[in-house]
């Protein structure tokens, strides 16, 4: 199913503070970038087999807009960039999942987001006209996040035990665990031995386990296998042991029928981003295919994933 493209205005600018009263130039080296659209393509689904392996890429920014660029593979990577949008300023953001109501009468984006100490949750729905822009919203679901410098979120829905996680990584080198249940969530506690760990997203959700991919400052990519089972501690391995100290933050998504991943990996610093494709994660024995850098300005506090509620990640 192809991926929404998205467009948002600022709902409650109260809530969460002022947006940006413009947006950032378009992206360089596009003579014009493409309109936002809202347009609902049909029901949801799980994700179609036919489809082409594509990385679509939310750039939020501290001055309160929002971006889709999509990532084509190629030598370089062919990219489609759309307009900013107004969002809310943010300085950590999750993935954003498309999802819909039991009838499929109305469609939407939700995903969990920081700002300041505060973790929020948005939902963002798509109007039947899709000339009119979609609406977020935003929900207060927890304070105490100073500490917390990346987020990642797993969804897990397609088979049972079902399970959605929200992982933290905090200052103080352990990560968090918290079970989404409902509109609230659990604590299950510290996960210690993260020291040096800079940037992690979910490449696998499975009935029994979640994999993060995550980057060190000094430029190592590592999986962490995280089993579902309480107590269980993870299992650490080593990818690349240099390579990728530049990136701030990863957006994975799955490609092809063994596992494979599509991953964005952002350097904050020259608002730049390369892609690279994964073979099904096996530690150093994982083959990494550079593409290059993706054509755009991915000036973000962090770059999320825009995929669907529907489609699983069997990236380890």
Not at 127 to 137: C, E, G, K, M, R
Not at 140 to 161: D, E, H, L, R
Not at 245 to 250: I, M, N, T
Not at 298 to 312: A, C, K, M
Request: aromatic fraction near 10%.
């Amino acid at each position: 199913m192809k991926l929404q493209r998205l467009a948002l205005v600022l709902a409650g600018a109260g809530l969460l503070g002022a947006a940006a009263a413009s947006a950032p130039a378009a992206a360089t080296g596009q003579a014009d970038p493409k309109p936002y659209l809202s347009k609902q393509s049909g029901p949801l689904s799980a994700k179609a087999a036919a489809a082409g392996c594509l990385s679509a890429v939310g750039v939020p920014t501290a001055a309160g807009t929002m971006q889709e660029i999509d990532a084509t593979p190629a030598t370089p990577p062919r990219s489609d960039v759309y307009e900013t949008f107004p969002f809310v300023g943010t300085r950590a953001d999750a993935t954003w999942y498309f999802a819909a109501n039991a009838s499929q009468t109305q469609f939407y984006y939700y995903g969990l987001l920081l700002q300041g100490a505060n973790l929020y949750r948005h939902t963002t729905y798509l109007p039947a006209d899709s000339a009119n822009p979609p609406v977020p919203t935003f929900k207060k679901v927890g304070t105490g996040w100073t500490n917390f410098k990346s987020i990642a979120t797993s969804n897990y829905s397609v088979g049972t035990p079902r399970h959605a996680y929200l992982y933290g990584l905090n200052t103080n080198n352990s990560l968090y665990r918290y079970a989404i249940v409902g509109a609230g969530f659990q604590a299950l506690g510290p996960i210690p031995g993260f020291r040096g760990f800079k940037a992690m997203t979910v490449i696998s959700e499975s009935a029994t386990y979640d994999t993060l991919l995550m980057t060190t400052t000094a430029g190592a990519l590592w999986t962490a296998h995280i089993p579902i089972a309480a107590g269980a501690k993870p299992v650490m391995k080593l990818i690349r042991s240099s390579g990728f100290a530049a990136y701030d933050s990863l957006v994975a998504q799955g490609c092809g029928t063994r596992g494979g991943t599509l991953l964005v990996a952002a350097d904050h610093d020259t608002q730049t981003a390369d892609q690279f494709a994964l073979s099904h994660a096996n530690g150093t024995a994982t083959a990494v295919t550079p593409y290059g850098k993706i054509p755009g300005v991915f000036n973000g506090v962090t770059h999320v994933s825009l995929t669907t509620h529907y489609d699983q990640l069997v990236g380890e």
